[in-house]
């Protein structure tokens, strides 16, 4: 049974992210994904296949960029930012990905619409070092 560590779970939620959404990958993106993937998402229809069809329907403009990756033993955090969703606002999230045996097999997620400053109460960005323009 392999054992992967905290590093080498990130590294692959990584690729996994970057092939299925800036990519669009979804054949190339099976391989990160279990068949039996639980999905927590009030956004995204339940499983691997609802994930797959949802960033199929996505604008195709739509990508990811993360800004920090943190993990835990099976469970990595993801703080990152989807642009070009089709909505008025990119949308700042924090992906809560657990894997077993390299495989992504359970996601949640915190969502919110990024603000610029003129929204901003505390007055720095949700994301980077700078407010969208």
């Known amino acids: ?3 992967f560590t905290p590093d080498q779970n990130k590294a692959i939620v990584l690729e996994a992210f ?3 959404f800036n990519q669009r990958d979804a054949i190339a993106a099976a391989r990160f994904w279990s068949p039996d993937y ?8 339940a499983g ?3 994930l797959f069809a949802r ?3 996505a ?6 960029e993360h800004q920090l990756a943190v993990a835990e033993g099976d469970f990595v955090l993801l703080h990152g930012r989807f642009n ?8 700042i999230v924090v992906d809560i990905c657990r ?15 990024e603000v610029g400053q003129a929204q901003s109460a505390g007055g720095h960005p949700m994301y980077g070092t700078a407010f969208p323009s």
């Not at 604008?59 to 990811?64: C, G, H, K, R, V």
């Not at 070009?84 to 949308?91: E, K, P, S, Y």
């Open 84 to 91: 070009n969703i089709g909505q008025a606002a990119a949308w």
């Open 18 to 20: 970057d092939t299925l």
């Open 59 to 64: 604008p195709p403009d739509m990508s990811y």
């Open 55 to 57: 960033t199929a329907a």
């Open 99 to 113: 894997l077993k045996d390299g495989v992504l097999v359970e996601h949640w997620d915190v969502i919110q619409d």
């Open 48 to 50: 691997r296949d609802g």
């Open 38 to 45: 639980i999905q927590h998402s009030a956004h995204v229809p």
């Open 1 to 3: 049974m392999p054992n």
